[in-house]
Every structure is written in C-alpha cells, then in structure tokens.
C-alpha cells in the first residue's frame, strides 16, 4: 500500500456528446449510407460500446468522391489562396477551443491516456492546422515552383493509434495547397473524425471539401481504388501499404505512404542517464507503444547496461497503468482485442526465443484490453523479437560496443523510420544521425512531434514526409 | 430628465502606446488632427525626443522574451491581432473614412486588406526560417547550418497615406520573426494607429513589442535614426530629402535601412521587408565518434 | 570515498551522468501535471504543513517578530487545532535563543542560518563561529551556505572542506547545505554541488537562501532528489532535501511531493528527509485544508499572521 495514494482523478465525460448512430459526412451535410451497414465503436479500456458507426459500401463511397470532385473544380481550386487560408486558420481555432471535449472523445475510442491526447494529441492537431493555414497563400516560396497547382481529390486511409492527428497530418496539407479530401478514419476510432465533420460545418466550409467515409479495409480499398481519385495518403501497416503501393503503379495514382518501423534507441555510455531512461521509457511505453516511430528497440553501449536496466526497471515500477480517463494514468488500454492478441503471441515468442521477461507488478483491470509495460533483456538482431513490429509497450533490450557497431545493428532492419541517440558528445550525435538510415533521429529527446518538423520513412517504413515545408511536396502537382 | 437632445458623445483621447502602456507625451503637447475636409478630429499626442527614448528603451526590454517566444507562439499571437482587428472592423473602417474622406466601399476594402494582410504576416512566423535558412554541404566532416536570426529594435516611420493598411505593412513584418518596433504613425493621419495600438494592447502581445508615437516626422525621425541603440530604420514615411538625412544619420551605427519604392499598398508584398530585418547566424559542428 | 584533493574530488564529481536540461525540465513538468484530489490532497496537505520550515530571515527582524512566528508555528490555525505543527522555524542566529524558548517543549525544530548567509562572503573562521554561536543559542538544526564563488572557480576542496568543518562544528544539530542553486546555474553543477555536499558530511541539502532569484525550483529539486536517492544507493546513507524560496501555493507544495514520491521515494515523504524553506506558503496550505472541510473558497481575513 503506497504511502501516498493519487486518489482517482477522473476526467468528467460528460462534455464529450457522442451521438448513438452516426451517418457518413458528405458534401458537408452527415447522411446515410446506400450500400453500407452500420457497426459498432467501442471503448477499448471497459468494452463498453460508444456508439454506432456507418461502415460505407462503394456507392458511398463513390458519392464523397464525386462531391470531393465538384467542390475541387466548382470552389475549393479557383478560391483565393488567402481565403483558403482563413477556413484552415478558422479550423485550428475551432479545434483550441473544443480541445478539451476532443482529448475526451479520443482518450474514449483510442484507450489513450487523457493526459497524452490533452497535453499531445489535440494541441498537435490544432497547430497543424495552424501551421498549414499559413502555408496556402505562400506556395510560390515553398521551393515548388513560382506556381505550383494542386493534385486534384485526395484519398486518405489513417490508422487508430493516433486518430485526430493523423487525421491533421493528412487534410491540412492537403487543404492549403488546393486539393479536396475524402478521409477514411480506422475502425476502431472513428469519432474524433465525426466530430471533425462538425467541425468543417462549424467553421462553414465550402460543401464536399472535406468528405469523411468511416469503414473497415473494404471501404478503404474502395477509396483508395476509385478511379476519381488524383491521391493517396496512407498510414498504417507495411503489409497494406504495399497493397496499397501495387494498386497506384498500376493506375499511377501518385501515393504517400508512412507505414511501420522497429526504431533504434541507442543509449551511448556518456548519456545523460536519468535523461535517456524518460527517453526509452517515452519511446516505447507513451501511447501504449502504439507507435510507428517507437523506439522499440534498446541498443545500449554494453558498459553501461546494467545500470541504465537498473534506473530502467525501476522507473517502470513507477508506470501507471488504468482508466484513460484518470488524469494520472501513464499507460492506456490496447485499442483492440486483436491488437492484444498480436502482442500477447509475440512476447510469447521472446520467452521462447530465450530472452528475459521483465514487467513491473500491476493491477490490470478486468474489462477492456490491458498489457503491462514489458522488457526483453538479451534479445539480439536474430531474434525475432528483435525484428517484427509488435506495435505494443515491449521493449527489446539489445547491447552494442562500438559506434560503428550501434549504426550496424540500427540499420540492419527492412524498416527505416526513426532513431534516438544518446550522448552528451555533439560530434557523436552529428556523426551518428548523419549514418542512421531513418527519416527522423532524434538525439536526447523522442517521439518529439511538430508540424514544422518533416517525418516519414527509409526503406520499408514508406515515402514521402508530413509536416514542414517538405510535407506539401505530397499534395502539389510538382 | 433628459430631453430632445442629442446624445453627447464621449470623444476618445489619443495618447502614446509604450511598453503596453498609454501614456501623454511627457512634453505634455498636443496637435490637432483634421479630416480630410480640414475638421477638428481630436487632440493627438505631439511626442518628444524623450518619448522616442523611452519607447526605444522599451523595446530593447522586451526584445529577449518576444524573440525568444517559439514562432508559433508569436503567429498565434499575430493571428489574434487579427482576430480583434475584425471585431473592430466598424471603427476602424470609421476612421479611416474620416480621415482620407474615402467612401465606406473603399474604406472596408482597405481595412479587410489590413486585416488580411495582418493574417499573411502571421502565417510566416514558423516558415520564415524554413524558406531562409539552410543546412549547407561544406567540404569536410562538419555539420553547417544557417539559421535566420531577429536583428533587434526597429524604428519604423509608417507612410503618410493609407493610416491603416500602410501602417499594417510595415510593422508586422519587423515583429513576425521576433523583431521589437518603435513607429511612428502617419503625421496626418494617426488615428487609425492608435487604435490599432488599442487592439494591440488586449491581444496577448507582450509591452514593448510595438511602441507608436505620433507627432511631427521631421521632429522625432531624426533622433531615432541617429540612436545608438536601434537596429534598423524602415523610412517609408519620409520623403526624399529627410529620407536622405535619415540614412546618412543611420550609417553612425550602422543600422539596416530599409528604402523601398512603395507604391500600392493593396497588393501582396515581397520578402523584403521581413528579411531586412533577419541576420543569418550559422554554426559549424564537427561531426565525429 | 575519501578523495580530498581537488583533482580527485573534480574527477569523481566531473565523471557523474550530465544532465540534459530540456529532457530534465519536461520529466519535472510532467510530474507538475499530475493531478491530486480529495482525499489525496488532504493528505498532501497535512504532510506539507509539517514539513514546514516556517521562516524569517529579515534585517528588520527582532524578538517579537521571532515569538510571533513561534506562536503561529505551534497553532497554525486557531480556528482548527487538528491542523498539524510545522516542522521547524528558521530565523538568524542572534535570534535563535528566542525562537529556542518560544517552542520548547513542542518538538518544533530551530534552524538557525549561519556561515556568513546568505552570501557566505567572509573567513572560515568567522564562519564557524556563526555556526557556534547558533549552536550555542540551542538550535539544533543549521543551515550554511557553500562557497559558490570557490564552487565556480573550480575549488572543489575548500568547498568541501568548509562543509567538513561546518558539520564538526555542529555538534549534534543536523546540518542543511544551501548550494545557491540560482547562482550554479547549471543543473551539472547542481549535481556536483549536492554530490559535493553529501559527500562532506551534508545531512540535508537545500536548494536557496531565498534570497537569490530563481530560487527553487521543480526541476532542480528534481536533480538533488536524484542525487540523494544514488548517494543513498552508492554509499547507504540518506540525505534529506529541502526546497527553499518561492514556494507560495499549496499547488506549489503538492507538486514538490509528487516530485519526491517519483524521484527519491516514498521513503523521503516525512519531515525527518523532507522540508520546505516557506512562509506565506503556510496560510495558502491551511485555506486549502478548510474549503476541502467547508467547501467555500476562503479568505485571508480568517487565518492569523505569523
């Protein structure tokens, strides 16, 4: 019994209003499917069910797209670029002043802690409407040409690690350059999204700009398919993305995609300790290490690693794991039971590949989806564990001598998407991000987000980046 | 009781905005302001040297927390200017009327254009170094990068015509990359300046970071542009003969004079004003095992 | 570890882990963030009150100030005797005597400042006298401060040393070391500064005189927090922390605890490890304690000044 108990803080979900059933956001008016049915959205951490959701079929689809299209040719391409600006200006400010009921209704669908969707999620998404509105009367000094024009209809798939900032990421580039959208949220997450249809209503955007289809993989192979589509934007799995991939050399669709990663966290001996263990911890354990940039595995500089596991497992024992909704939870649910699954199989594979289990005591409660944070202690580059994303708070603990020998076993992975790297020598930094072959290293820091900042992938862990100046790249005819 | 009356107004007084604050010229002067047609408009502030002095003063003070703010702060900061610049569209659209006899079509236009104008200018906070700066390929193991860095307090004279929109232009780019200004407003026509001062002090924009004086340019120009501690001089409001004083004046510290042929003020402008006002600092870094 | 000269005192200090300022102020303000209610707020409450090192350290004290705060020390709050005592009052060492008198038989500590405070400016002699004379006037607790200006110059031997001496001359009062942190400047030389100090015998290590801005700080109590927890780990003696100067709220004062339940441990959440250098911050716990019983936002009328 600890000394000083956090009484629960619950977060009141009374401001967020979820509707019982919701229909499909269409030429700016919500409406019902023709070929589609309805199904059900959940709360991961209770099982509770939120609400019902219309899983478009593809007349449904092909409905957005032909109202992306008429709002594409009819107002949204030949509106003045600082006009367009101002709806995307009027979005951001929309979204700060809702922010807390949109944290609420994320933590809710996602199984996130409110903190990180209050405190990460919802400001992001906020300022990367922001940031983006700023870019659409400034396309001449992008570096794209004195004229760049826009694609034309984007088709957008996002996952459900991050619902409403994956959702910003792809419609506020796409917006300031001229295009219009038809946005397909996850399964398991799709109410952030709704609301954000209301938002574009709230902010009085021209009709059929923004178009959202909720619905499994069929509505977005639809979507991604339909021949009225100029774009594709996906996030997600490597193993969709390169269906997704296939289907655009064959119809020449240009595409983005961000997909999967099994980062690096290299922990060098001259690291600042206490510093580097709240960077691992962060890297693999924020958001339930349901993240493509996770730094999921732990290559630490042999010398030093029994006292960063030591500072490690005892920060661990600090996790708190529960309802979402607790203002003082750490770690959320897991969004599905076929997630948990997932990551129950694969560190069950670690066990028998001969690593050690490691997790602090914990209260798990008995509805919902629940892992406790977990360390692998001895995993190398063979094991599989090493290797597989499993998308999960499992940390694979790995120990490298050398530098030569860390930039090594960090590369040595079909992934390519992001590294940390930690050391008070700045020469080492510089020297190790300049041979790292991932598209964002993050040296004594990480999972550090930003719409000024570019992220995307090497390799396997997809093309093109979101954010900054290169994110408009993506969504210009350049 | 009252009776058939009309309704006496309370008339607004026109003071000095430094270091987030109004005050009267310590000279304790006054000038009249007349519309277009040679009425009495009000009394506005006739400012001194020494309010010049003390403007710039407050500048340099709230330089470090204004260019140390993230440039997203200080667009969220330049879009709520914006925001309140809207909701005070009537009275400004009303004085800009008055004040160049403009019909109320072209005055709303103008004023639309200025608050639009305010808009762009927020969206290149965060981008500014983006399209600036650069990471640059030297030839050896050395990280290099250039980054675009706010040159410091900017005295800026605003032009004579268009009180608002011109106004408006040269001020929000000196600010939007972290820049501190002392203004002052058009000889003529001030009035829109100070209210714009009004809307500056109740949107979240630290004191000090815009001071406005208003009085007579030939009087208080020359000591901003000789001042030893001021960065850069925008002379848009002087014409040629002063412009030329001004410039000779400026080289004894060598500031940044800004110079340009300004001609329509409606139309989007160019870089060049933000980026007379950036210093480019870049840094080299081994980089090695 | 006995190292005593300077090189090897610079070695062992100068070989800790750094600090990374920007991770070390995130990991502070996310423990800012944690959010305590009810019952766990009135429990935070009683504790920080008695960890109160309730002070006055003015030119312009004299000994009705002094018996003032005492009074106020052993009942903080008349209307409600249930409020606990603090921990300790802390006044000057010509003082020390009327403070000694006014708690006695209380359990209140007397903490007498001494060694030059708060500049520490002057010889080691007239230093250890200060330090006598409080000892001498009966108080059992004392707080020096360190040397920062041999501290920055690099004299790590005379600044452990003094503390050596200061602690000898204690006798069986326990001894804080104020490090100044506003003027070390760095959270590495907060490191060094609180490794130094435990290492020369320091039974507390405090943060400021309260005199200097910024005076304490989350994060820096963060980095001393740390420290005592690996100094306790390394060489298996426990040293307290004291945050001192600016500490106001009770928001404030719950946030230090959450910060020691994180950082140190359980086990520095008690008055014997753990204390605040305040004053007004007293009369803001004891508002909180009341609306938390009456449920109405009070008022400064209906609590005494010390």
Same mark, same amino acid.
């Given at each position: 019994?600890?000394?000083?108990?956090?009484?629960?803080?619950?977060?009141?979900?009374?401001?967020?209003?979820?509707?019982?059933?919701?229909?499909?956001?269409?030429?700016?008016?919500?409406?019902?499917?023709?070929?589609?049915?309805?199904?059900?959205?959940?709360?991961?951490?209770?099982?509770?069910?939120?609400?019902?959701?219309?899983?478009?079929?593809?007349?449904?689809?092909?409905?957005?797209?032909?109202?992306?299209?008429?709002?594409?040719?009819?107002?949204? +391409?030949?509106?003045?670029?600082?006009?367009?600006?101002?709806?995307?200006?009027?979005?951001?400010?929309?979204?700060?002043?809702?922010?807390?009921?949109?944290?609420?209704?994320?933590?809710?669908? @996602?199984?996130?802690?409110?903190?990180?969707?209050?405190?990460?999620? *919802?400001?992001?998404?906020?300022?990367?409407?922001?940031?983006?509105?700023?870019?659409?009367?400034?396309?001449?000094? +992008?570096?794209?040409?004195?004229?760049?024009?826009?694609?034309?209809?984007?088709?957008?798939?996002?996952?459900?690690?991050?619902?409403?900032?994956?959702?910003?990421?792809?419609?506020?580039?796409?917006?300031?350059?001229?295009?219009?959208?038809?946005?397909?949220?996850?399964?398991?997450?799709?109410?952030?999204?709704?609301?954000?249809?209301?938002?574009?209503?709230?902010?009085?955007?021209?009709?059929?700009?923004?178009?959202?289809?909720?619905?499994?993989?069929?509505?977005?192979?639809?979507?991604?398919?339909?021949?009225?589509?100029?774009?594709?934007?996906?996030?997600?799995?490597?193993?969709?993305?390169?269906?997704?991939?296939?289907?655009?050399?064959?119809?020449?669709?240009?595409?983005?995609?961000?997909?999967?990663?099994?980062?690096?966290?290299?922990?060098?001996?001259?690291?600042?300790?206490?510093?580097?263990?709240?960077?691992?911890?962060?890297?693999?354990?924020?958001?339930?290490?349901?993240?493509?940039?996770?730094?999921?595995?732990?290559?630490?500089?042999?010398?030093?690693?029994?006292?960063?596991?030591?500072?490690?497992?005892?920060?661990?024992?600090?996790?708190?794991?529960?309802?979402?909704?607790?203002?003082?939870?750490?770690?959320?649910? *897991? @969004?599905?039971?076929?997630?948990?699954?997932?990551?129950?199989?694969?560190?069950?594979?670690?066990?028998?590949?001969?690593?050690?289990?490691?997790?602090?005591?914990?209260?798990?409660?008995?509805?919902?989806?629940?892992?406790?944070?977990?360390?692998?202690?001895?995993?190398?580059?063979?094991?599989?564990?090493?290797?597989?994303?499993?998308?999960?708070?499992?940390?694979?603990?790995?120990?490298?001598?050398?530098?030569?020998?860390?930039?090594?076993?960090?590369?040595?992975?079909?992934?390519?998407? #992001?590294?940390?790297?930690?050391?008070?020598?700045?020469?080492?930094?510089?020297?190790?991000?300049?041979?790292?072959?991932?598209?964002?290293?993050?040296?004594?820091?990480?999972?550090?987000?930003?719409?000024? #900042?570019?992220?995307?992938?090497?390799?396997?862990?997809?093309?093109?980046?979101?954010?900054?100046?290169?994110?408009?790249?993506?969504?210009?005819?350049? | 009781?009252?009776?058939?009356?009309?309704?006496?107004?309370?008339?607004?007084?026109? /003071?000095?905005?430094?270091? $987030?604050?109004?005050?009267?010229?310590?000279?304790?002067?006054?000038?009249?302001?007349?519309?277009?047609?040679?009425?009495?408009?009000?009394?506005?502030?006739?400012?001194?040297?020494?309010?010049?002095?003390?403007?710039?003063?407050?500048?340099?003070?709230?330089?470090?927390?204004?260019?140390?703010?993230?440039?997203?702060?200080?667009?969220?900061?330049?879009?709520?200017?914006?925001?309140?610049?809207?909701?005070?569209?009537?009275?400004?659209?009303?004085?800009?009327?008055?004040?160049?006899?403009?019909?109320?079509? /072209?005055?709303?236009?103008?004023?639309?254009?200025?608050?639009?104008?305010?808009?762009?200018?927020? $969206?290149?906070?965060?981008?500014?170094?983006?399209?600036?700066?650069?990471?640059?390929?030297?030839?050896?193991?050395?990280?290099?990068?250039?980054?675009?860095?706010?040159?410091?307090?900017?005295?800026?004279?605003?032009?004579?015509?268009?009180?608002?929109?011109?106004?408006?232009?040269?001020?929000?780019?000196?600010?939007?990359?972290?820049?501190?200004?002392?203004?002052?407003?058009?000889?003529?026509?001030?009035?829109?300046?100070?209210?714009?001062?009004?809307?500056?002090?109740?949107?979240?924009?630290?004191?000090?970071?815009?001071?406005?004086?208003?009085?007579?340019?030939?009087?208080?120009?020359?000591?901003?542009?000789?001042?030893?501690?001021?960065?850069?001089?925008?002379?848009?409001?002087?014409?040629?003969?002063?412009?030329?004083?001004?410039?000779?004046?400026?080289?004894?510290?060598?500031?940044?004079?800004?110079?340009?042929?300004? $001609?329509?003020?409606?139309?989007?402008?160019?870089?060049?004003?933000?980026?007379?006002?950036?210093?480019?600092?870049?840094?080299?870094?081994?980089?090695?095992? | 570890?006995?190292?005593?000269?300077?090189?090897?005192?610079?070695?062992?200090?100068?070989?800790?882990?750094?600090?990374?300022?920007?991770?070390?102020?995130?990991?502070?303000?996310?423990?800012?963030?944690?959010?305590?209610?009810?019952?766990?707020?009135?429990?935070?409450?009683?504790?920080?009150?008695?960890?109160?090192?309730?002070?006055?350290?003015?030119?312009?004290?004299?000994?009705?100030?002094?018996?003032?705060?005492?009074?106020?020390?052993?009942?903080?709050?008349?209307?409600?005797?249930?409020?606990?005592?603090?921990?300790?009052?802390?006044?000057?060492?010509?003082?020390?005597?009327?403070?000694?008198?006014?708690?006695?038989?209380?359990?209140?500590?007397?903490?007498?400042?001494?060694?030059?405070?708060?500049?520490?400016?002057?010889?080691?002699?007239?230093?250890?006298?200060?330090?006598?004379?409080?000892?001498?006037?009966?108080?059992?607790?004392?707080?020096?401060?360190?040397?920062?200006?041999?501290?920055?110059?690099?004299?790590?031997?005379?600044?452990?040393?003094?503390?050596?001496?200061?602690?000898?001359?204690?006798?069986?009062?326990?001894?804080?070391?104020?490090?100044?942190?506003?003027?070390?400047?760095?959270?590495?030389?907060?490191?060094?500064?609180?490794?130094?100090?435990?290492?020369?015998?320091?039974?507390?290590?405090?943060?400021?005189?309260?005199?200097?801005?910024?005076?304490?700080?989350?994060?820096?109590?963060?980095?001393?927090?740390?420290?005592?927890?690996?100094?306790?780990?390394?060489?298996?003696?426990?040293?307290?922390?004291?945050?001192?100067?600016?500490?106001?709220?009770?928001?404030?004062?719950?946030?230090?605890?959450?910060?020691?339940?994180?950082?140190?441990?359980?086990?520095?959440?008690?008055?014997?490890?753990?204390?605040?250098?305040?004053?007004?911050?007293?009369?803001?716990?004891?508002?909180?304690?009341?609306?938390?019983?009456?449920?109405?936002?009070?008022?400064?009328?209906?609590?005494?000044?010390?």
């Amino acid at each position: 019994m600890p000394k000083f108990e956090y009484a629960p803080a619950p977060e009141s979900r009374s401001i967020a209003s979820i509707a019982e059933s919701y229909g499909l956001f269409i030429d700016g008016k919500f409406t019902d499917t023709v070929d589609g049915r309805m199904f059900k959205t959940i709360s991961p951490a209770s099982e509770e069910v939120l609400a019902e959701v219309t899983e478009a079929g593809p007349a449904d689809v092909d409905r957005a797209v032909t109202a992306a299209r008429r709002a594409y040719e009819g107002t949204w +391409a030949a509106m003045p670029p600082a006009q367009r600006s101002k709806y995307l200006f009027r979005i951001a400010r929309i979204i700060s002043e809702r922010a807390r009921e949109l944290a609420v209704l994320e933590s809710l669908d @996602n199984g996130k802690p409110i903190r990180e969707s209050r405190d990460v999620d *919802i400001p992001l998404v906020a300022a990367h409407f922001f940031y983006y509105a700023g870019w659409a009367d400034k396309l001449e000094y +992008a570096g794209y040409g004195p004229s760049p024009k826009p694609l034309g209809v984007a088709g957008q798939v996002i996952p459900w690690n991050f619902p409403m900032l994956m959702l910003a990421w792809k419609i506020a580039p796409a917006l300031a350059c001229g295009n219009t959208v038809v946005l397909k949220p996850a399964e398991t997450t799709p109410l952030t999204a709704l609301a954000f249809a209301e938002i574009c209503q709230q902010a009085d955007l021209p009709p059929g700009v923004v178009n959202i289809v909720t619905g499994a993989g069929d509505t977005g192979r639809a979507l991604v398919e339909h021949p009225g589509i100029d774009k594709v934007a996906f996030t997600g799995s490597t193993e969709v993305g390169k269906q997704i991939a296939k289907a655009c050399a064959l119809s020449r669709k240009k595409n983005t995609l961000e997909l999967g990663g099994k980062a690096a966290n290299i922990v060098f001996d001259d690291a600042p300790v206490d510093q580097a263990v709240e960077g691992i911890v962060n890297g693999i354990f924020f958001n339930q290490g349901h993240v493509c940039c996770a730094g999921s595995r732990l290559l630490v500089q042999e010398s030093i690693e029994p006292t960063v596991i030591d500072a490690l497992k005892r920060r661990m024992t600090q996790l708190r794991i529960g309802d979402p909704l607790d203002k003082n939870t750490d770690i959320g649910a *897991i @969004n599905s039971a076929a997630q948990l699954a997932k990551i129950r199989e694969l560190s069950k594979v670690g066990e028998e590949e001969g690593a050690a289990r490691w997790s602090p005591q914990c209260t798990l409660p008995a509805h919902g989806f629940w892992f406790p944070p977990t360390i692998f202690t001895g995993v190398s580059q063979a094991h599989r564990i090493a290797r597989e994303e499993i998308f999960g708070p499992v940390l694979s603990v790995l120990t490298f001598r050398t530098p030569e020998e860390a930039i090594q076993k960090a590369n040595n992975t079909p992934y390519g998407l #992001s590294a940390g790297v930690w050391t008070e020598k700045g020469s080492l930094i510089l020297w190790m991000a300049a041979r790292l072959r991932a598209g964002v290293v993050w040296a004594n820091t990480f999972n550090r987000f930003d719409p000024a #900042s570019p992220f995307g992938g090497y390799k396997e862990s997809g093309y093109g980046r979101e954010g900054g100046r290169h994110g408009l790249e993506a969504y210009l005819d350049a | 009781m009252p009776d058939s009356g009309a309704r006496i107004a309370v008339r607004k007084t026109y /003071k000095l905005y430094i270091g $987030g604050a109004f005050p009267r010229s310590e000279s304790g002067r006054s000038y009249v302001v007349t519309d277009h047609r040679g009425g009495f408009l009000a009394n506005a502030a006739l400012a001194s040297r020494k309010d010049a002095r003390d403007a710039v003063a407050a500048a340099r003070k709230a330089l470090p927390g204004w260019s140390g703010a993230t440039a997203y702060n200080r667009g969220q900061v330049l879009y709520r200017v914006a925001e309140l610049m809207e909701g005070r569209r009537g009275q400004f659209v009303a004085e800009v009327r008055a004040a160049e006899g403009l019909s109320a079509a /072209k005055a709303e236009t103008f004023v639309d254009f200025a608050i639009d104008r305010w808009v762009w200018y927020a $969206g290149w906070s965060d981008k500014i170094a983006q399209v600036h700066g650069s990471s640059n390929p030297v030839a050896g193991p050395y990280f290099n990068f250039s980054l675009p860095e706010p040159t410091g307090v900017v005295a800026v004279l605003a032009p004579e015509r268009a009180p608002l929109l011109g106004f408006v232009s040269v001020v929000a780019p000196a600010i939007v990359s972290g820049n501190t200004v002392v203004v002052v407003a058009s000889e003529r026509h001030p009035l829109p300046a100070v209210s714009l001062s009004e809307v500056l002090a109740t949107s979240d924009v630290p004191g000090g970071v815009v001071n406005v004086l208003t009085g007579r340019l030939a009087e208080i120009a020359p000591w901003l542009a000789s001042h030893m501690d001021v960065n850069a001089i925008d002379l848009a409001g002087a014409d040629d003969a002063l412009a030329d004083d001004l410039a000779v004046a400026a080289t004894e510290n060598l500031k940044r004079v800004v110079r340009l042929a300004d $001609g329509d003020w409606s139309r989007t402008p160019s870089l060049d004003r933000m980026l007379a006002y950036l210093e480019t600092k870049t840094v080299w870094h081994p980089a090695g095992t | 570890m006995t190292a005593t000269t300077t090189t090897d005192l610079r070695t062992f200090l100068h070989g800790l882990p750094g600090v990374d300022r920007v991770g070390a102020e995130a990991r502070a303000a996310m423990l800012a963030s944690r959010s305590i209610k009810t019952t766990a707020k009135q429990w935070a409450i009683d504790l920080a009150i008695s960890m109160i090192d309730l002070t006055t350290l003015e030119g312009q004290d004299t000994p009705g100030k002094v018996r003032a705060l005492c009074a106020k020390a052993k009942l903080p709050d008349p209307a409600d005797p249930t409020a606990p005592k603090v921990a300790a009052v802390c006044v000057y060492p010509d003082l020390a005597h009327v403070a000694v008198q006014a708690v006695k038989g209380t359990g209140i500590h007397v903490a007498s400042v001494a060694t030059a405070f708060p500049s520490g400016r002057s010889s080691l002699d007239v230093k250890l006298a200060d330090v006598k004379f409080a000892v001498a006037a009966g108080a059992d607790e004392v707080d020096m401060v360190i040397d920062r200006g041999a501290f920055l110059a690099g004299n790590y031997t005379l600044v452990h040393d003094e503390i050596a001496a200061v602690k000898e001359a204690c006798g069986q009062a326990h001894l804080k070391v104020i490090l100044e942190t506003g003027e070390l400047a760095t959270y590495d030389n907060v490191r060094r500064a609180s490794w130094l100090a435990m290492l020369a015998g320091a039974d507390f290590i405090k943060t400021s005189t309260g005199k200097v801005s910024p005076a304490a700080t989350l994060p820096v109590t963060m980095i001393m927090l740390e420290a005592v927890r690996d100094f306790r780990e390394t060489h298996g003696r426990q040293v307290g922390v004291k945050p001192a100067g600016g500490i106001r709220t009770s928001k404030d004062a719950i946030r230090y605890l959450v910060l020691v339940n994180e950082t140190a441990g359980e086990d520095w959440l008690d008055p014997d490890w753990f204390r605040i250098g305040a004053s007004s911050l007293l009369n803001d716990l004891l508002m909180q304690r009341t609306k938390i019983k009456t449920g109405r936002y009070e008022g400064p009328d209906y609590f005494t000044l010390d």
